[in-house]
């Protein structure tokens, strides 16, 4: 039978089970080629989504908000200075008067602390669209391109290389739920958050696969799928050149590729920032997915959104 997510927030992957994960995702696919073929699907005609932003965005502003018009519904968008939250009025007051109005909210914040608390006083569900700790919106996108690419995705093996930060936290997280292996290969200093790394692994084993982190980049080794991100993440401008020194020899170019499966897919959940991270010709290889990645925000969001206020 399938699992039902109707009502529930999403704050973080790991409150969501295996199933839950793997529901959306066969949902995200069928949305997909719905929209491929030309059929529209109004599943959420007459709802709203309000959308918090913290932080500036392309792919998570424009997806949710397209993926609303596509399912008949509205997202209006609330920018860093329409509520200022936290400073305006307190998280709860702002939570519970969406709650009236709109009947999902998605939110972009600094602390994760704040989408916590949204999602404690709502009455509606609440998507976490980027916290300083975590990112699922991108990592179930993520998931369903890593799916297209390579078949089933238990048993493959993701290594993470670069900036231990929200995005290798709901890496770690998916990864472990699908019975992935993943390697978070980092610069020393600059690790995942240990209890996270510990949760994660912990779940990894209940589903037969290996979470780990390491400074050393072997840890790529026969890796099906090599993923970075930003070394300096938002909120963390003024690190940025100490950062770019210091993460050097973690850049994901032929020679670091050369470690990993011939056929490993190059992913990136942008913005990128060649010649950093990664190398603008790594970028532009034909294992290089980043775009797949990006259009996917649009269908798992929308299978999301569907399942949890459908
Ligand atoms: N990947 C991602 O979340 O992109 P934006 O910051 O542009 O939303
Ligand atoms: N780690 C990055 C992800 C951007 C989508 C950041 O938080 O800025």
Sequence with gaps: MAVSLKGRSLVSLKDFTREGILEILRTADTLKLERFRGHTHPLLAGKTLAMIFQKPSLRTRVSFEAGMTQLGGHAIYLSPTDISIGQREPTEDIAKVLSRYCDIIM???????????????????????????????????????IGEKKGPLDGLKLAYVGDGNNMTHSLMFGCASVGMNMTAVTPPDYEP???????????????????????DLDGVSDAD????????????????AERRELFKDYQVNAKLMALAKPSAIIMHCLPAHY????????????????????????????????????
């Design 193 to 215: 958050v240990a209890s996270i790394c510990k949760q994660a692994a912990t779940l990894g084993m209940e589903n037969d696969c290996t979470i780990e982190a390491t400074t």
């Design 107 to 145: 939110a972009r914040t600094f602390g994760h602390d704040i989408v916590v608390d949204l999602a404690t006083h709502a009455t509606v569900p609440v998507i976490n669209g980027l916290s300083d700790e975590e990112h699922p919106c991108q990592v179930l996108a993520d998931l369903q391109t």
């Design 275 to 310: 010649g950093e991270e990664i190398d603008f010709e790594t970028s532009r290889h034909r294992n290089c997915v980043i775009f797949d990645q990006a259009e996917n925000r649009l269908h798992a969001q929308k299978a999301l959104m569907v399942l949890l206020a459908g």
């Design 225 to 240: 799928v090599i993923y970075t991100d930003t070394w300096a993440s938002m909120g963390q401008e003024a690190e940025a």
